[in-house]
């Protein structure tokens, strides 16, 4: 892979984890999917709804970034509030874990930290970057 500029790689399986990624009240097995997305240039990572009834108009979700904007914006699914993180607007690389069909963590309330602590720390070691965290829920 290392001569591709743009790919995806993706690993699922369906169990209950025994790290799990996102706090959820679900005590089946679950589908979960980890995706590492790399671009050669910025992409939005904004995924925000029009049903949130934000002023803002973020770049849609996986769309060439033609500047780098202060946060990205998400939508509360629960609510459809829009939800703004900063740093979090565009990236060239990221990591997306995805759930069951409506499997949704909780909303922590301000801003989008619900990706399990140990996984994160694993992260920033791993690839040594700092990460911030979105939601792309479809």
């Known amino acids: 892979m290392a001569p591709l500029h743009d790919y995806e790689t993706e690993v699922s399986g369906t169990g209950k984890p025994k790290v799990p990624p996102l706090p959820i009240e679900f005590e089946k097995a679950y589908h979960v999917t980890v995706t590492c997305r790399v671009h050669s240039e910025l992409r939005s990572t904004s995924d925000l709804h029009e049903e949130s009834g934000s002023e803002h108009k973020p770049v849609p979700y996986g769309e060439p970034c033609p500047d780098v904007p202060a946060c990205g914006y998400f939508s509360n699914p629960y609510t459809m509030e829009a939800v703004a993180v900063q740093g979090a607007g565009c990236a060239s690389f990221w990591i997306e874990f995805e759930l069951g069909k409506f499997l949704f963590p909780e909303f922590p309330g301000d801003g989008l930290e619900f990706l399990n602590p140990t996984i994160v720390a694993e992260a920033k070691s791993v690839f ?10 479809g």
């Open 128 to 137: 040594e970057t700092e990460f911030v965290q979105g939601c792309c829920w």
